[in-house]
């Protein structure tokens, strides 16, 4: 990583209040350069607070930016940080048209040339496709890393139509504890009290939302710009990474996009390209966006549209590890998806592929070595071996490969089957079985047999009737080497990444009409695609102290119940003290229950404990969420603390009972 001590540009930064137009005000930092010149104006728009949580990630790219000519403006959403109002659900509408309101007020600056940009990474990179189809006038381009154009397919609620277990529960309890941390009296001043209040006054677990809407319906199609890509009108540079769950999103623009599009796929997990966090290279991401950003935005020819429309990152193959520094490969280039490349190759069950056993009916932990749903660059984030895994599925697999095969995009697996009760989950993996045995996880799908006719309906099946179905898996880059097999396990269960129907199934599949079709690449050098090495300014003079030392993921068994238990540390921080005297102190744990022939056993719990310090003022927050089952419904229990100097601020409890329809 190189540090920038110096810029072109001498960097300002102001804090400022944006008013909308029902008088809510947000709060607003703003990095530009100090001279009177216009400048195009960029946005990064939140919910995870610029005062603390992602100051230290601001401090590395907003002024970089600015130092190279543009006001760079990191705004709090409405409810959070130190904005004002409540914040009720993700990209709600509220959310959405203050975003355009924001980008309106940005281009009306005395110091903006009235164009804009917009990027993000999760979150941010989800409200900068949003609002680009909103089509504000003067937004004319976008950088979108690690999001999604579909909210109800490719997100942490759902896939496959299956309620997703490890972060639909998970996710909620953040949530709960994020909207209920309070503004910075530093900020706000004396009325950050009353602030806090309305915003505890109008909590409500998101969980509580998501899970009655079990199906593709109008709360998921808002804000699903798969919906409309003709609605993006804005150039769109989409980023993703190999171990990053919302990579098939910038497969999905190159191929829909009608606006002017480029993709970038690395090897990374849920960060940004240029943080150096495994899995690496890291690449100089900001450098990149500089190009595009002063082609659209400078008018500067920059050659970014003689970039392929597709950069990815061909995974050599690697002996599974639960983390990588780096993956070995080599970047490829496609202008146009699909690619020519490309060819569809087949790989039958009773042919290409061959396994022993046609019935499947795993055991309810299968899932327990899944890895984290979202990787972050932690030791533990990946999925280990998967001999065991293997195991407790029905495995195929081909004769060692003559030769290498070089897979780009998405498999899928065509499966005949037939299944003894009316609901279950199929999940499909795709594994790099080594000469020795060793399992690595290449990819995989997962497939909500309710929902095999459209994610919009609920079609129960008829046991004896066999159907024939396709299960999706997510896209991928890996070359499979000569002398390795290629592995399909397809299992019954999936916890705690797939929530569990009420019974368990037996699905007995018809090999002699059940097949793997790859995407392979025609193997080429592509060795003209380069990026520079990262780039970043100075890193923020933050204090850190680690929490105590704890393992990241312990996975245990009850031998006599039979229960397997998975506990998490998601390891987000520890405590952080800013350069203004702000202290932040986070924990988080995750727990995970399941009894191995009981799926209704199955348990998820989440646990916040969040404290903000200075000299004179504590506020502390305390959450519990936990989610569980029947058969014909989800019960929520959820619980909220607060207190203010060690007295209570406001203390809340929910149970919510939920009606099962699909999932």
């Known amino acids: 990583m190189r540090y920038r001590e110096h810029f072109d540009r001498e960097v300002l930064v102001e804090e400022r209040w944006i008013p909308m137009r029902d008088g809510t005000r947000l709060h607003a930092r703003i990095w530009r350069p100090a001279d009177a010149a216009p400048v195009p104006a960029l946005l990064e728009y939140l919910p995870y607070r610029k005062g603390d949580w992602t100051a230290p990630r601001d401090a590395q790219r907003h002024p970089y930016y600015a130092g190279h000519g543009y006001a760079s403006v990191r705004v709090d959403l409405r409810g959070s940080g130190n904005s004002e109002g409540v914040m009720l659900d993700e990209y709600a509408e509220t959310e959405l048209s203050d975003g355009v309101e924001v980008i309106e007020w940005l281009a009306d600056q005395p110091w903006c040339t009235g164009k804009v940009g917009m990027f993000g990474i999760s979150w941010g990179g ?13 937004l004319k381009a976008i950088v979108t890393v690690c999001s999604t154009d579909d909210r109800y397919d490719n997100d942490v609620h759902y896939t496959g139509g299956a309620v997703l ?65 003709g609605a993006v009108r ?28 480029r993709g970038i796929i690395g090897p990374w997990s849920h960060q940004y390209p240029d943080r150096g966090l495994p899995p690496g290279p890291a690449i100089g991401f900001l450098q990149e966006t500089l ?84 990787p972050f660059g932690n ?21 060692p490969l003559a030769e290498r ?90 916890f705690p990444w797939v929530w569990p129907h009420g019974e368990r199934a037996t699905v007995e599949l018809d090999p002699a009409e059940s097949a793997l079709l790859l995407p392979v690449r025609a193997a080429d050098s592509d060795g003209s695609i380069s990026f520079d090495e990262p780039e970043q300014a100075p890193p923020l003079a933050v204090r850190t102290e680690a929490a105590p030392e704890r393992p990241e993921r312990v996975v245990r068994r009850d031998v006599a119940s039979g229960e397997w ?52 003022w504590l506020a502390e927050i305390s959450t519990a969420t936990e989610l569980r089952a029947t058969r014909e419904e989800y019960i929520v229990d959820s619980r909220l603390d607060t207190a203010a100097d060690g007295e209570t601020v406001v203390s809340r409890s929910w149970q919510q009972r939920i009606p099962r329809s699909s999932a």
């Open 126 to 138: 989800f409200n900068a496709l949003q609002i680009a189809a909103r089509r504000p006038e003067p």
């Open 165 to 229: 277990g490890i972060d639909m529960a998970a996710w909620a309890g953040t949530m709960l504890a994020f909207t209920a941390r309070p503004p910075d009296p530093a900020v706000v001043g004396e009325q950050w009290l009353k602030m806090w209040r309305e915003r505890l006054d109008a909590a409500e677990p998101f969980l509580h939302t998501w899970l009655a809407h079990q199906e593709r319906d109008d709360y998921w199609r808002h804000g699903s710009i798969c919906e409309d890509y």
């Open 234 to 261: 804005a150039a769109v540079l989409a980023v993703g990474g190999w171990a990053d769950p919302y990579r098939d999103t910038v497969f999905r623009l190159a191929e829909h996009l009608r606006a002017p599009v």
């Open 291 to 374: 190009r595009w950003w002063d082609h659209w935005l400078g008018d500067v020819d920059t050659g970014v549209l003689d970039d392929p429309l597709l950069r990815t990152w061909m995974s050599e193959p690697v002996a599974p590890s639960t983390c990588y520094a780096e993956r070995p490969g080599r970047w490829v280039g496609d202008d146009a998806w699909p690619s020519p490349s490309m060819r569809a190759v087949r790989y039958g069950f009773d042919a290409e592929l061959s396994g022993s056993a046609v019935v499947v009916s795993s055991p309810e932990h299968t899932g327990i070595d899944a890895g984290r749903f979202f």
């Open 379 to 399: 030791r533990s984030d990946l999925p280990p071996d998967q001999r065991e895994e293997d195991g407790r599925s029905v495995c195929f697999d081909s004769a």
């Open 405 to 494: 095969v070089e897979v780009l995009g998405r498999p899928q697996v065509s499966l005949r089957l037939d299944c003894d009760v009316e609901r279950a989950n199929l999940t499909v993996r795709l594994c790099d079985v080594a000469p020795d045995g060793a399992s690595t996880l290449v990819t995989r799908g997962v497939l909500n047999l309710l929902a095999r006719n459209g994610r919009e309906r609920i079609d129960p099946w008829r046991p004896g009737e066999p159907e024939a179905v396709t299960v999706d898996l997510s896209a991928i880059g890996y070359a499979f080497p000569p002398g390795h097999r290629i592995r399909v396990a397809v299992s019954t269960a999936y």
């Open 565 to 616: 238990i998975l506990e998490v540390d998601p390891n987000y921080g520890g405590s952080r003290t800013f350069p203004d005297g702000l202290t932040y102190t986070e924990a988080a744990t995750e727990t995970y229950r399941i009894r191995e022939n009981d799926p209704l056993s199955a348990t998820a719990t989440s646990q916040w404990t969040i404290s903000l310090r200075r000299a004179d």
